[in-house]
């Protein structure tokens, strides 16, 4: 199947998020090292993608790009940005054939030879007719993604629609098992697979009731949108780690002020690419909670541990495959490197001591429970009935340090020294920010 590459549009979602649409045509062009022109053709894209995804025919009536990213408290579970998902980036031929398979099939189970014929009928008249190797090649698709299933019996084999889960479960069961979809996808990573199940249950809850009142469910407060559009990358980072394959890319660090690059496909008007082309053989993937972020953990023989924000690869394309034993070797070394990496510090191990106080006038100790539970491996050491002492090591302070802070006035810093008195600084200038006018 022919897909396309939407780092582009990745990109320009994530801008467009991140700052609420405050930016310029001009000023979203030159961030993203386009031309006003191509920012104009990619909104254009955009917004024919929403309209298809919505199920809008008229595009005029179409749900416009900036309703679309416009917050609703009361629907923030569905994320915004997921639509981009959702768009089939498959050829317009292939398209129309996988959906007439599709139908065909719903109503009778079929042979491929029957589903020639099934096209051949219900295509448009300007559609070249496929042949039996095409449709061959769309059921076998089909079948290895899970929307179809091969009927018991010999050649030729049958093929039906696989809807038995949903045909199996009554209405109830359906509703409980939205709601438990539901919370793991917004509480559980990666959620994009969760999310596009949420929305099949949706539209069979909507399909056998008419619609679904939004107070039926959970509400959530989605933190990390951006978090959605990450994903794109990371199943073909999976899938070169479990073939122990390199990847090439080009990799834009979150600190350069570009934030795309197009492939230089015509060497007349070629020009300078930002950021740098990788080539790296991907070990692991870390997910940093606190700040909703993607981390890709590689190895390269001269420079060890490298490591990459997942946000900034584009154009990933698979290379050279590396022996089992060369690849447990290097992951060997990453982990023992990071083994007191509070996330993916490499730095220097230290030792971190402080001290948590019990909340006053509170049955519950949300603050011991919130530190057993995130602490990761540190222990307590110490306890009184006004405190505890918490202990660590941990590869350098840099990752540690907001975890700390986030416990306000209930945390103080023991050790070591200079991590008290950065902590000290900082709450001085925090301080200084409330102070009377």
């Known amino acids: 199947m022919a897909r396309e ?39 254009k894209r ?39 998902f959702r768009a089939k980036s498959l050829k317009e031929s292939e398209s129309q054939r996988l ?23 219900r295509l448009p008249a300007d559609f070249p007719l496929p042949d039996e190797k095409t449709i061959r090649g769309d059921v076998k698709y089909l079948e290895e993604v899970g929307a179809i299933r091969k009927e018991p019996g010999g050649r030729p084999y049958r093929y039906r629609i696989d809807d038995d889960l949903y045909a199996g479960l009554t209405d109830e069961e359906i509703v409980d098992l939205f709601a ?20 099949s249950l949706k539209a069979l809850l909507v399909q056998r009731h008419g619609s679904i009142a939004p107070s039926d469910f959970f509400h959530y407060k989605y933190h990390y949108y951006t978090r959605i559009l990450d994903e794109a990358n990371l199943y073909a980072v999976f899938q070169a780690i479990r073939q122990r394959k390199h990847i090439k890319c080009l990799y834009l660090s979150p600190k350069s002020e570009k934030r795309y690059a197009s492939k230089n496909t015509n060497p007349l008007f070629a020009k300078k690419q930002e950021g740098r082309n990788e080539y790296v053989l991907p070990v692991k993937v870390i997910y940093d909670h606190q700040y909703g972020r993607w981390y890709l953990i590689g190895s390269k ?11 900034g690869l584009t154009q990933i ?56 539970l995130q602490g990761q491996w540190g222990t307590i050491t110490g306890e009184d009935d006004e405190s505890f002492i918490y202990e660590i090591e941990v590869n350098g302070t840099t990752e540690i340090k907001p975890w700390l802070r986030s416990f306000g006035s209930s945390c103080e810093v023991l050790e070591p020294l200079y991590l008290r008195r950065e902590m000290i600084q900082e709450w001085k200038e925090i301080q200084s920010y409330y102070e009377p006018v």
């Open 301 to 311: 023989p001269r420079l060890g541990i490298v490591k990459y924000r997942m946000e």
């Open 180 to 199: 438990f979809v539901d919370v793991m996808a917004n509480t559980q990573v990666p959620s994009l697979q969760g999310f596009l199940l949420r929305d």
């Open 46 to 84: 955009l917004r024919k993608i929403v309209t298809t995804v919505t199920k809008q025919l008229p595009e005029e009536q179409g749900k416009e790009l900036y309703e679309l990213l416009r917050y609703t408290y009361y629907q923030s579970s569905d994320p915004r940005l997921l639509f981009l």
């Open 5 to 43: 590459s939407f780092d582009k549009e990745v990109q320009l979602l994530r801008m467009l998020v991140l700052t609420s649409g405050v930016y310029s045509r001009k000023q979203f062009a030159e961030r993203l090292g386009i031309s006003v022109h191509t920012f104009d053709k990619t909104i």
């Open 99 to 121: 959906s007439i398979i599709l139908a065909a099939l719903r109503e009778k189970a079929l042979t491929a030879t029957e589903l020639i014929d099934e096209c051949a009928s």
């Open 317 to 372: 394309e698979e290379a050279d495959a590396v022996s089992e034993q060369v690849f447990s070797s290097r992951l060997a070394v990453i982990e023992e490197k990071m083994r007191t990496s509070w996330l993916v510090d490499t730095e220097k191990p230290v030792k971190v001591k402080a001290r948590f106080y019990h909340p006053e006038g509170s049955q519950i100790n949300f603050v011991k429970e919130r530190v057993l």
